[in-house]
């Protein structure tokens, strides 16, 4: 596997050491008894959010946790794009998205219930239902219906890898001829796929779109413990993707695939 990536220190010490430690931080402040009346916040990353302070993913949204690799690539893009945001959860990066006056229109997908009504109440909240289309589904080859496991204390960690206990949602699952549908227009697409475990077949999913070669590039998450990111970069490179960044370290981390 050939990936680009910062040095080993200056990775180190933005992931390793800042980002542990910031993790830390915001779970002090989310542990202290504060008032928190505001039914609604401004992140740290400057868009507007229903207040959700009992779950570990709004706390880090909150407070701007999940760094800026993706948020400055967003806001760096200066030309027409479309996003496609592929496990929304509350839509942070759909309303980033959004900010960017650049940005013909977005696609958010999100599958479980509780989880996609804040995304539609914080695209509300940025006014910015014109550009985002919310959509209640996860995206998958195929069309039809699973259970997705789920964690109430911390909605990042929903999945379809592992058996849902009794605490799991049945959601709707659309295969990537539906998903084709909603991709309308021209524009080069940003891809954004978060969804614990299933990248794989997701990726696998894209490359079958009608839109594959309209896509431009695809910020994935990978976990070593359940994904096989060799296997993700030959389907990629394969479709003519070049460009491959790393964003951290150890087992866990984020990739960003671009087109040569």
């Not at 993706?70 to 806001?75: F, G, K």
Request: with cysteine; glycine share 8%.
């Amino acid at each position: 596997m050939s990936v680009a990536a910062a040095s080993p220190l200056k990775s180190f010490l933005d992931y390793g050491v800042r980002k542990t430690l910031h993790k830390a931080w915001v779970h002090v402040l989310a542990a202290l008894p504060l008032a928190r009346s505001e039914p609604v916040v401004t992140s740290r990353y400057g868009v507007r959010m229903r207040a959700n302070w009992r779950d570990r993913t709004f706390q880090y949204c909150r407070y701007g946790t999940y760094g800026r690799a993706l948020s400055n690539y967003i806001a760096a893009q200066d030309r027409p794009f479309a996003f496609v945001d592929i496990g929304a959860n509350q839509g942070l990066y759909s309303l980033l998205a959004a900010r960017n006056r650049h940005c013909a229109a977005a696609v958010a997908f999100e599958p479980v219930a509780a989880t996609f009504a804040l995304l539609r109440d914080n695209i509300a909240l940025n006014a910015a239902g014109a550009t985002i289309r919310p959509v209640h589904a996860a995206v998958s080859l195929h069309s039809g219906m699973a259970r997705i496991a789920t964690d109430g204390a911390h909605s990042g960690v929903a999945s379809l890898r592992e058996t849902a206990a009794d605490g799991g949602e049945e959601i709707r699952i659309l295969g990537i001829s539906g998903v084709d549908a909603l991709l309308e227009g021209a524009a080069p697409l940003i891809v954004k796929i978060d969804v614990e475990g299933h990248e794989e077949t997701v990726v696998e999913a894209l490359m079958a779109s009608s839109h594959r070669d309209r896509i431009a590039a695809i910020f994935y998450e990978v976990d070593a413990r359940w994904t096989d990111a060799d296997a993700i970069e030959g389907r990629l490179r394969d479709a003519g993707f070049a460009r491959f960044t790393r964003h951290g370290i150890g087992r866990h981390y984020d990739i960003l695939a671009e087109r040569g």
